[in-house]
C-alpha cells in the first residue's frame, strides 16, 4: 500500500531563518506531487506541483520554492522566512491521470502537515 | 479559470441528524471530477466522497452523500444520522479531468459542529 510521509510536523522558526520542509511517499511510483498551504480557517492554496524528477510548476510567486531531487521525494524551501510565510503546509501525491490505481483515480492523497511559525 | 465556493464557513446539526453542506463551481469543462475531503481538528485531510461529472448517479459512501446537479453547477453534501466524529472541516474540491497535473482546486471550506 502507498503511503506518504511529511516532516517535520511543527517548525518555530525566526523570520529570515531558512526552511526546509520535507515529503516521501512508498509504495509507488512516478506520482504526481503537490504541496499546499492552508492560513489559518482558511481553504488550500497550491503552491507547487511535480509531474516527474526536477519538473516543477509554480502556481503563486512567494518566497519559497520547491524541489524534486528524487521520484519519490518533494522538497519545499525557503532561503529567508517572511512572518506571512506562516501556516500549515501539506504535501500530497496522486496516481498521474490516466494510470490506473488501487487507491482510486484522481484522487489526492495527503501528509499530515507541517505547521510553521515564523516569529 | 475554475472556481470553488462554499458560502457557509459554519453550520451545525444534532447527535443523529441530517446536515447539507452546499457547494457550487465555475467552469467551462463538460469533464472533470468533484471531491468533498474532510479535516478533522488533526488536520488530516481525508477523502470522503468523489463524484464523476459523467455520471449522472449522485455518489454514496455509507452515510455520506451527495447532490450532484450538474446543470446548476452545484454539489452539495449530505451526512445522515450525524455522529460526534463528524465534527471537521469540510472541503469541496474541483479537478479537471483534462489536466496532466491532478491538481485539486478547493473551496474555503465549512466548519460542522456536531452537538451531542
Known amino acids: 500500500s502507498q503511503t506518504i510521509h511529511q516532516w517535520p510536523a511543527t517548525l518555530v522558526q525566526p523570520v529570515g531563518s531558512p526552511l526546509s520542509l520535507e515529503c516521501t511517499v512508498e509504495g509507488t511510483s512516478n506520482p504526481n506531487l503537490y504541496w499546499y498551504r492552508q492560513a489559518a480557517g482558511r481553504g488550500l492554496q497550491l503552491l507547487f506541483y511535480s509531474v516527474g524528477i526536477g519538473q516543477i510548476s509554480s502556481e503563486v510567486p512567494q518566497n519559497l520554492s520547491a524541489s524534486r531531487p528524487q521520484d519519490r521525494q518533494f522538497i519545499l524551501s525557503s532561503k529567508k522566512l517572511l512572518l506571512s510565510d506562516s501556516g500549515f503546509y501539506l504535501c500530497?501525491?496522486?496516481?498521474?491521470?490516466?494510470?490506473?490505481?488501487?487507491?482510486?483515480?484522481?484522487?489526492?492523497?495527503f501528509g499530515a502537515g507541517s505547521r510553521l511559525t515564523v516569529l | 479559470a475554475q472556481t470553488v465556493t462554499q458560502s457557509q464557513p459554519e453550520m451545525s446539526v444534532q447527535e443523529a441528524e441530517t446536515v447539507t453542506l452546499s457547494c457550487t463551481y465555475d467552469?467551462?469543462?463538460?469533464?472533470?471530477?468533484l471531491f468533498w475531503y474532510k479535516q478533522p481538528p488533526s488536520r488530516q485531510m481525508i477523502l470522503v466522497i468523489r463524484?464523476?461529472?459523467?455520471?449522472?448517479q449522485n455518489a454514496t459512501e455509507n452515510r455520506f452523500s451527495v447532490n450532484f446537479q450538474k446543470a446548476a453547477k452545484s454539489f452539495s453534501l449530505k451526512i445522515s444520522d450525524s455522529q460526534l466524529g463528524d465534527a471537521a472541516m469540510y472541503f469541496c474540491?474541483?479537478?479537471?479531468?483534462?489536466?496532466?497535473?491532478?491538481?485539486?482546486?478547493f473551496g474555503q471550506g465549512t466548519t460542522l459542529q456536531v452537538k451531542p
Open positions: 500530497a501525491w496522486s496516481v498521474p491521470p490516466g494510470v490506473l490505481s488501487s487507491s482510486g483515480a484522481n484522487v489526492l492523497t
Open positions: 463524484q464523476e461529472a459523467y455520471k449522472q
Open positions: 474540491a474541483y479537478r479537471s479531468a483534462g489536466s496532466n497535473t491532478g491538481k485539486l482546486i
Open positions: 467552469t467551462s469543462e463538460s469533464d472533470y471530477y
